[in-house]
């Protein structure tokens, strides 16, 4: 996605937006997760950003935007359900992470001049990275845990919650060799989850390709080919999580992308996909994913567990449509996990009610659509990204990376668009005004 000077309006007599935040987010996660922060972190910085924000002032939002703002206010209305201080606990949290996620999306689309395209597609490659260094970790070390330095101010009551105790205690694998279930350990590091890895990883691919594009038509080519070969490594991991819900979203979204080179008639690029198609298949006949799924499918009853909550969720949100229970609450089936979990779209119905549910699935949808007009592959890649997170709402918890993910991604094709928008209305009005007067009224120079 390669940046047109030209097309971005420069911030008058503002100062620049720094890349600090961002980069801090990003580059530095495996800081934030060594020291029992992880997603936390995001808090923090996002506080970092709304500050510098409100100090430059000349906040600009795309029209649209409000969709969210809505979701936003009917999510904190349904704090009326909540029932007990610990739950009203985990909902500021998400509310503060919410906060964070729109804060992201507000600064990427604002800063940019120094927070070019090709500048953010390197960060999310470097903590793209960092999954796919967590997930050969967890191959290789599946069993290795560690005590982090938030274990030494968390009190011992908090640890027995399993959020806090995920923080407390960082993991290479979801793994429990404890089970009666004879599976083998999946990768999750630096992430709590094989889930929430899967989620960052799909989410990141179709960036990291399009960062690959940039390094290349950049003649940057030493740089492209490392990327290129860390894509092909980190084919090992993303395997072995033998992960459905990861699969099914970058089945979707290589669907999606070589739908529309077919329908622009781009040969050369389905030819790409198709032989990137084969090596994967290679390597899953190499590392023997389909045994591995099967054995995975037959001997754990994930899928039918994942049925049953799920109508268990929809059957007692029905008793409080309107604004939900503001919070998951645990499963009236014992060993189920809690309703409102195991997907976003399950949380946001069971806490915030069937209103919330619609408006949060109408700005996924908007920003499908507001990205879709792209100008070349990079950015036809980067808004892939708006497919993949509406397909995996459906079954992951994306609160907060793959929201982050997915929003920064939109912000850098929004801002682009509405640039483009910018320019060519302040080149009508230079046009259209009389011989001799600038388009505001004032003196041409002579």
Known sequence: MTDARGGVMQTSGRSQLPRWPLFAAFALYPLWWVLGLGSIAWIPLGACMAVLLARRGGVRMPTGLGIWFLFLLLMCVSVIGLDSPGRLIGFIYRALLYASVTTVFIYVYNARELLTARYVLGLVTVFWAFAVAGGY???????????????????????????????????MTQYNPDSWLALEPRPSAPFLYTNQWGNVYSLCLPMVVAYTRELVLGK????????????????????????RGMFLGIAVAVAYVLVRFILAGRLGQVAWILAAGGVTGG????????SRLEERTTTSSSTEDRASL?????????????????????SVTE??????TQGHIWMVMFSHGLPAL?????????????????????QLLVHAVQVVILTEVLYYGVLPNGL????TA????????????????????????????????SLLDV
Do not use: H
Request: charged residues 20%; contains cysteine.
């Open 410 to 441: 939109a912000a850098l094709l929004l801002r682009e668009r509405d640039s483009r928008r910018e320019a060519g209305s302040a080149e009508q009005r230079v046009t259209s005004a009389p011989i001799g007067r600038r388009s505001d009224g």
């Open 283 to 290: 390597v899953v006949v190499w590392l023997g994913v389909g």
């Open 137 to 171: 970790a967890g191959i290789f070390f599946p069993t290795f845990s560690f005590r982090t330095p938030l274990g030494l101010i968390v009190p011992s009551s908090l640890e027995a919650n399993e959020l806090v105790g995920e923080m407390v205690v960082r993991r």
């Open 220 to 243: 940057d080519l030493k740089k492209a080919l490392a990327v290129s070969c860390v894509l092909l490594l980190s084919l090992v991991p993303a395997l072995l999580t033998l992960n």
């Open 358 to 378: 619609a408006i949060f699935l109408l700005a996924l949808v908007w920003f499908v659509f507001a990205t879709a007009r792209v100008r070349n592959t990079s």
């Open 310 to 330: 799920y109508r268990e969720t929809l059957d007692r949100t029905l008793d409080s449509p309107l604004f939900g229970y503001g919070a998951p609450r645990p």
């Open 404 to 407: 982050i993910l997915s929003f």
């Open 335 to 340: 060993g189920l996990p809690s309703a409102g």
